[in-house]
């Protein structure tokens, strides 16, 4: 791969750019996870989205490097897609009346405008990924049965973005816990949460705002990787992209460190590798030395400043 003018990707000098897989890729405000790479034109991706709308709003803005395809991805067999007033709630699920009494916001954005019967394409089964080493995936509900319907694909990737509920929005939805038990079998750990969605339980309201909460827990964006504490499990390739992903979008420069180390270990990459990692990253001028990394190749031990 053409390291171009990226200092990591240079250092690390991939295979290949970042493959990413974003499943549910209705656009939103916030910028997807790998926007940074994107930016940077590090990474592919290939993106779903079933709903016309978002889809054409996907393709007006697309670069290059993006693909976007209309398919239902699920468990392979057809299914009937409820489309709601809250495009963002469409889903393979049928929003759950009970539920939307305590969070009564949802019921009005989870409403039923039409349904239709549509395919769906098993994750292993869908010809145009060639690679997938970030699956970003939202697809109200239905992420736990893409997970078991993708092990294949899902062996050789090395992050997961996922949204996961803790309370069921939608009728016999996943929770928690089961994507948290399949992601683990299939050898991820989490790493990170990238967003958190509380909600105020009803009678109470704030000015009439849906996005007011107190404490309650409803839904949350959270971040798996493969389990860095077994790297004999990761090629060298899924350390790489592994480190780039870390470093790019999470800003997670310890588990970034952390592979380049093991990199150096193998002799993937050159012996001073750390080091020089360690002297990209970015600190903020003024502070304390932050706390000792550990000892890197050749037993050196490097200190670092505080990250913005």
């Not at 990707?9 to 897989?21: F, G, M």
């Not at 057809?78 to 495009?87: D, E, S």
Request: proline residues 7%; glycine residues 6%; neutral net charge.
């Amino acid at each position: 791969m053409a390291a171009g003018s990226d200092p990591l990707v240079a250092l690390l000098n991939p295979d290949r750019p970042t493959a990413v897989v974003d499943i549910g890729a209705n656009p939103s405000e916030e910028p997807p996870p790998y926007s940074p790479l994107l930016a940077a034109r590090l990474c592919n991706v290939i993106g779903f989205e079933p709903q016309p709308d978002a889809l054409a709003a996907l393709n007006a803005r697309k670069s290059d490097l993006e693909t976007y395809l209309p398919y239902v991805v699920g468990d392979g067999t057809p299914g009937r897609l409820n489309i709601t007033r809250l495009t963002g709630m469409t889903s393979l699920l049928r929003p759950d009346p009970h539920i939307a009494e305590y969070f009564r916001i949802f019921g009005a954005w989870g409403e039923v405008m039409k349904e239709a019967r549509t395919g769906t394409k098993r994750l292993d089964d869908i010809a145009e990924i060639t690679h997938l080493d970030f699956l970003k995936i939202d697809v109200q509900g239905s992420e736990l049965s893409i997970f078991k319907h993708g092990a294949r694909r899902l062996a050789g990737a090395v992050a997961v973005q996922t949204e996961i509920s803790f309370l069921p929005l939608y009728k016999r939805q996943p929770l928690f816990g089961e994507v948290d038990q399949e992601l683990r079998k299939l050898g991820f750990v989490p790493h990170a949460f990238a967003g958190i969605t509380r909600a105020m339980i009803a009678p109470l309201a704030v000015d009439n705002n849906p996005y007011a909460a107190i404490n309650q827990l409803l839904e949350a964006d959270i971040v798996y990787v493969r389990d860095f504490t077994r790297p004999d499990r990761m090629q060298s390739e899924q350390l790489k992209h592994l480190a780039i992903i870390a470093h790019h979008c999470y800003r997670s420069f310890d588990l970034a460190a952390c592979c380049i180390e093991k990199l150096v270990e193998r002799s993937a990459i050159a012996k001073d590798a750390v080091a020089r990692y360690l002297a990209l990253l970015p600190c903020r001028r003024g502070e304390g030395p932050h706390p000792t990394l550990g000892s890197v190749a050749h037993s050196a031990r490097v200190q670092v400043s505080a990250w913005q």
